[in-house]
C-alpha cells in the first residue's frame, strides 16, 4: 500500500500540476493582491507608519506578513481546484479505480504547496527590487522555509474542506478571505504596543503575530526568542487539526 501511495499521489500530481502549467494565470492571480499591497504600504503608508528603533526600511517590516498573506489567497485554488473536481464527478471516477483513497486529496495539497512556492519567491523578488535586504544565512533562509511550507501546509488541508463540501463555487473560496485580513489585526504591518487593549490582546495572542515576529527576526538576524516555539506549536497544530478534518470530510463524502 506505500508502494501505491506513493506512485498514484505523484501521478495524480503530476495531472493537478499540467493544469497549473496550462493556466498560469492561477500565480499570476495569487501575486497580485499581495504584490499591490506591498507597493501600496511601502510607497503610499510607510512614511506614515512608526514601526519603531531600528526599522530602517518599512519593506524589510512588511514582508512577513505579505508572505502569509500570499499563502492565504493561493490555497483558496486548492478550494476551488477540488470542488470543480467533484463536480465534474472526476472523484466518483476515481473511487471505481485501484489507486490509494487519499492519494486524490494529496495530489492536490502538494499541487498547492508547489505553487504557493513559486508564488512566495515571485513576491519575495519583487520585494528585492523594492528595496528589500537582509544579510540572513542559508540556515535562516533553511527556517523561514520550513515555517512558510508547514503554514502552507496546515492552511491547505483547511482548505480542503470547504472544496469537499461547498455548495458553490464561491463558498468554495470565500473561506479564504477572513484569513488574508488576519495579517492586519497582527504585527504584520504595524507593531502592536499603541493597539487599543482587546484589539492587542487578540493581535498579540492569534497565530499570525508569532509566525510574522519570527520571519522577521530571522531575516533581520535577530534573536527569535519564545515566538519560534509558538509559531511552530500554531502550524503544527493547525496542520494536524486541519488534516484530521480534512480526512473525515473526505470518508464521510464517499463514504
Given at each position: 500500500?506505500?508502494?501505491?501511495?506513493?506512485?498514484?499521489?505523484?501521478?495524480?500530481?503530476?495531472?493537478?500540476?499540467?493544469?497549473?502549467?496550462?493556466?498560469?494565470?492561477?500565480?499570476?492571480?495569487?501575486?497580485?493582491?499581495?504584490?499591490?499591497?506591498?507597493?501600496?504600504?511601502?510607497?503610499?503608508?510607510?512614511?506614515?507608519?512608526?514601526?519603531?528603533?531600528?526599522?530602517?526600511?518599512?519593506?524589510?517590516?512588511?514582508?512577513?506578513?505579505?508572505?502569509?498573506?500570499?499563502?492565504?489567497?493561493?490555497v483558496a485554488y486548492t478550494a476551488y481546484r477540488l470542488f470543480t473536481d467533484l463536480q465534474g464527478g472526476?472523484?466518483?471516477?476515481?473511487?471505481?479505480?485501484?489507486?490509494?483513497?487519499?492519494?486524490?486529496?494529496?495530489?492536490?495539497?502538494?499541487?498547492?504547496?508547489?505553487?504557493?512556492?513559486?508564488?512566495?519567491?515571485?513576491?519575495?523578488?519583487?520585494?528585492?527590487?523594492?528595496?528589500?535586504?537582509?544579510?540572513?544565512?542559508?540556515?535562516?533562509?533553511?527556517?523561514?522555509?520550513?515555517?512558510?511550507?508547514?503554514?502552507?501546509?496546515?492552511?491547505?488541508?483547511?482548505?480542503?474542506?470547504?472544496?469537499?463540501?461547498?455548495?458553490?463555487?464561491?463558498?468554495?473560496?470565500?473561506?479564504?478571505?477572513?484569513?488574508?485580513?488576519?495579517?492586519?489585526?497582527?504585527?504584520?504591518?504595524?507593531?502592536?504596543?499603541?493597539?487599543?487593549?482587546?484589539?492587542?490582546?487578540?493581535?498579540?495572542?492569534?497565530?499570525?503575530?508569532s509566525i510574522v515576529n519570527t520571519v522577521r527576526a530571522l531575516l533581520d538576524e535577530t534573536p527569535v526568542?519564545?515566538?519560534?516555539?509558538?509559531?511552530?506549536?500554531?502550524?503544527?497544530?493547525?496542520?494536524?487539526?486541519?488534516?484530521?478534518?480534512?480526512?473525515?470530510?473526505?470518508?464521510?463524502?464517499?463514504?
Amino acid at each position: 500500500m506505500p508502494n501505491y501511495f506513493v506512485t498514484d499521489t505523484a501521478t495524480l500530481t503530476g495531472r493537478s500540476l499540467s493544469h497549473i502549467r496550462r493556466s498560469p494565470d492561477t500565480i499570476i492571480t495569487t501575486v497580485i493582491t499581495p504584490v499591490a499591497m506591498m507597493l501600496l504600504f511601502v510607497y503610499v503608508f510607510g512614511g506614515a507608519i512608526d514601526t519603531g528603533p531600528g526599522s530602517d526600511s518599512y519593506v524589510d517590516y512588511l514582508l512577513p506578513g505579505i508572505l502569509l498573506i500570499t499563502i492565504a489567497s493561493g490555497v483558496a485554488y486548492t478550494a476551488y481546484r477540488l470542488f470543480t473536481d467533484l463536480q465534474g464527478g472526476i472523484f466518483e471516477r476515481f473511487q471505481s479505480m485501484p489507486i490509494a483513497r487519499s492519494s486524490v486529496l494529496w495530489a492536490h495539497v502538494l499541487t498547492s504547496l508547489v505553487a504557493n512556492i513559486v508564488s512566495l519567491v515571485v513576491v519575495i523578488g519583487v520585494a528585492f527590487l523594492m528595496g528589500f535586504r537582509t544579510g540572513a544565512d542559508v540556515l535562516a533562509w533553511l527556517a523561514v522555509a520550513g515555517i512558510l511550507i508547514l503554514f502552507t501546509l496546515g492552511l491547505t488541508w483547511l482548505a480542503v474542506i470547504p472544496g469537499l463540501t461547498a455548495k458553490t463555487l464561491d463558498g468554495a473560496s470565500a473561506f479564504s478571505y477572513p484569513l488574508i485580513f488576519l495579517p492586519f489585526i497582527s504585527s504584520a504591518f504595524v507593531p502592536t504596543d499603541n493597539m487599543p487593549g482587546p484589539v492587542k490582546w487578540f493581535a498579540e495572542n492569534q497565530p499570525v503575530t508569532s509566525i510574522v515576529n519570527t520571519v522577521r527576526a530571522l531575516l533581520d538576524e535577530t534573536p527569535v526568542g519564545n515566538d519560534l516555539w509558538i509559531a511552530l506549536a500554531w502550524c503544527v497544530g493547525l496542520l494536524v487539526a486541519a488534516y484530521a478534518l480534512a480526512m473525515a470530510t473526505y470518508r464521510r463524502t464517499f463514504a
